[in-house]
């Protein structure tokens, strides 16, 4: 029975099964899980079943789990998943499930994983990555299989140096054991009836642009061109990635997969909570990377729907040295701050609509004590957004260059009133009005200034000095202005 | 990203002989890389990580040998490489420090780590040492939040440093590169 309200009821990790983390392991026991270990604890079981599945029902399964994307806009993956066009063979009749064990022959539908991760803040996909490789690959096979995708790119941020190398060694292993490349999946397909079903993997590496995690970014990146996001429509699982249908989908979502076929979407749905605000739900557990003033920062498997103040208090250790809770970035900068007085937000895709935040983003926070300097905080996250527009849309492009300018000027003390009302009109008018910019991350610079500016707003009035209004003529007299 | 102009037509091209892109690398493009996509473009980011790679940055040449290996316009590298920001377009220090200057490591004390490198090495971020061996820069978020501060030293990630062990670092690093080891 799905919960209404969080309760946990979690005995054991899930997505972190194999990468030992408090309260159910000691984090000292980590190390990277080869095939062999990978398979000894039960893994590309799930591969193995959906083998005996048809697409349909491993798209339909996925649906009915109500996973939904771990890389920040939370869109339903079952649903995703099922706007691929259909395939037509040569006669021109639709390959349907009935083809499920034949020979279709597939080429140019493409998955894109997006293991680029640069949202400040962020730090889930790398454990994963690091030391469970394999249970990516697996929900990579899952997926290809499921929506008939003849390559993978895993797109990986540059600075991840050490997990790029980590996932070459574990896709090595997967090829030589017959889940890519041309033993097909699972050799020959020992398990189905029909011929084998050939996927090809690969590790691209990106090369520091924060822009190439949107998703359009990302494709032209693979592409080699610079990243710059693509007006949608078309949306890309119509015409995606070398203009063919491609998905695209976040390292932790693609690792949920193995267990949803494993244990069926009616376990899935048993962990997290339904929304409260009659929104879709939020199942599941999730990755939950606690930075900042924190006792024990880390990345902790938790259930959808824990409130913050739970988080930081029986994962994390509480705050760092028992300093009192000042405000925390909700996940990833882009999402905008939960105030002081949000420390009990329940961290669900609910929280949007409850907490005036954009969202639930990467579920990643970072948690501030009662000594941070907000306009501080907000003048660093400001210069991000003005380092990484990617300088296509004229409001993201100069909006974002003279909102750093001045508040850089407010945390200096040079400032006057005025200037926050003008920092709030320019962060404003950045990405609101739907269509003025082509994506997200000015949505996201939005966001981040105008929550903080509004949520704090006593501590960047004392930073400024009055603007003198002229209130009446006199006579002789000049008016300050 | 900044968009520096300068006359193009008048500018040369630094040229030597001898190939950037050596036979090894030409033979790994043709057999592992181009297969993989559908445009030989796709292979221009792992290209350039190659030549970054073997010689710590990409000159202009490099590019013009990459644009006719690929069959693609010199443009088209040289608008790809110039987007991104880890490929450097002049020579850096054997050693590249990268300090994270994002949220969550600014809140817990990146700019002390800045200092020490500085007063380390006598530079300014962004700038190499005259021996040519460090290059300081700050980059944003490096996706290690939760061991702030986190600095990347050459290829390595350094967690939850103070600004001692920074120094002890560049130390170890010194003696390695002094000792003929690249980094
Ligand atoms: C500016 C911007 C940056 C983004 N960066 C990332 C990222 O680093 N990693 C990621 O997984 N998704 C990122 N996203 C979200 C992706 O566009 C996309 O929604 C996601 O990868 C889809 O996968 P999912 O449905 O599995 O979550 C970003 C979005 C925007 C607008
Ligand atoms: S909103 Fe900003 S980052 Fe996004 S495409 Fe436009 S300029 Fe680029
Ligand atoms: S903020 Fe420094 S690593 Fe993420």
Redesign the pocket.
């Known amino acids: 029975m799905p919960k209404a309200k969080y309760e946990n009821s979690l005995d054991r990790h899930y997505l972190l099964k194999n990468i030992p983390t408090p309260p159910f392991g000691d984090v000292k026991a980590r190390h990277i899980v080869s095939y062999d270990e990978y398979v000894g604890n039960g893994g590309y079981q799930g591969l193995r079943k959906t083998l005996t599945m048809t697409p349909n029902e491993i798209i339909g399964e996925v649906k009915q789990s109500s996973l939904r994307?771990?890389?920040?806009?939370?869109?339903p993956?079952g649903v995703?998943w099922s706007f691929l066009p259909p395939i037509k063979l040569a006669d021109g009749t639709e390959v349907g499930d009935e083809h499920a064990g034949k020979d279709v022959p597939v080429e140019g539908r493409y998955l894109a994983v997006?293991a680029?991760?640069?949202?400040p803040g962020?730090f889930k996909?790398r454990l994963l990555m690091e030391c469970d490789p394999h249970a990516l690959l697996e929900g990579i096979a899952i997926c290809c299989y499921a929506c008939r995708l003849s390559k993978a790119y895993i797109f990986i941020r540059g600075e991840y140096h050490h997990q790029a190398h980590v996932l070459e060694k574990a896709l090595k292993e997967a090829y030589e054991q017959g889940i890519f490349g041309d033993k097909g999946i699972i050799g020959s397909g020992e398990n189905t009836a029909g011929p084998r079903f050939r996927v090809d993997c690969y590790v691209h590496r990106g090369a520091g642009a924060?822009?190439c995690?949107?998703?359009t970014g990302l494709l032209e990146a693979i592409e080699g061109k610079r990243g710059w996001p693509r007006t949608k429509p078309p949306f890309p699982a119509i015409k995606g990635l070398f203009g063919k249908p491609t998905i695209?989908?976040?390292?932790e979502?693609l690792c949920h997969i193995p267990d949803i076929i494993n244990h069926g979407a009616a376990w899935f749905c048993e962990l997290g909570v339904e929304s409260s605000v009659g929104g879709p739900p939020s199942f599941g557990t999730k990755l939950m990377g606690v930075s900042g003033h924190v006792e024990r920062p880390g990345v902790y498997e938790c259930e959808l729907g824990i409130p913050l103040r739970t988080l930081v208090d029986e994962f994390c250790g509480g705050m760092r040295n028992g300093k009192k809770f000042k405000g925390a970035i909700a996940g990833g900068v882009?999402m905008g701050v939960l105030g002081p007085d949000q420390f009990d937000a329940e961290l669900d895709f609910d929280i949007g609509r409850k907490y005036n935040v954009l969202g639930l983003g990467t579920a990643c926070p970072t948690v501030f004590d009662e000594d941070t300097d907000m306009v501080a905080v907000c003048r660093n996250i400001s210069r991000f957004f003005k380092h990484e527009s990617c300088g296509q849309c004229t409001p993201c492009r100069e909006g974002s260059g003279w909102l750093y300018q001045l508040l850089c000027k407010i945390e200096s003390g040079d400032g006057r009133t005025k200037d926050l009302d003008l920092a709030l009109e320019i962060a404003t008018s950045m990405g609101t009005m739907p269509g003025t910019t082509i994506?997200?991350?000015a949505d996201?610079n939005n966001w981040a200034t105008r929550t903080i500016m509004s949520k704090y707003r006593e501590e960047f009035e004392a930073r400024v000095k009055p603007t003198y209004v002229p209130v009446a003529m006199t006579v002789g007299a000049s008016a300050k202005g | 990203m900044a968009w520096i102009t300068k006359p193009s037509a008048t500018e040369k091209i630094e040229r030597r002989g001898e190939a950037y892109l050596t036979d090894a690398m030409r033979t790994s493009i043709t057999d592992d890389f181009i297969p993989r996509f559908e445009t030989t473009m796709a292979c221009i980011l792992p290209a350039l990580h190659m030549i970054q790679h073997e010689y710590g940055w990409i000159p202009k040449q490099a590019m013009e040998e990459i644009a006719r290996h690929l069959e693609v316009a010199p443009a088209d590298v040289f608008d790809t490489a110039t987007f991104y920001e880890e490929y450097w377009l002049k020579p850096k220090g054997k050693c590249l420090i990268s300090v994270c200057r994002s949220i969550a490591c600014e809140v817990c004390g990146q700019q002390e780590i800045t200092d020490a490198v500085r007063e380390k090495l006598g530079i300014e971020v962004s700038e190499t040492t005259d021996d040519g061996k460090f290059t300081l820069v700050e980059l944003e978020c490096l996706g290690a939040c939760g061991g702030a501060p986190a600095i990347l030293v050459g290829e390595t990630l350094h967690e939850k440093v103070t600004p001692e062990q920074v120094v002890e670092i560049i130390d170890r690093v010194e003696r390695e590169i002094d000792a003929g080891g690249g980094h």
Do not use: Q
């Open positions: 994307g771990r890389g920040g806009a939370g869109f993956a995703k997006n680029d991760e640069s949202e962020t996909d924060y822009i995690g949107e998703e695209i989908n976040n390292v979502t882009s994506c997200g991350l996201g």
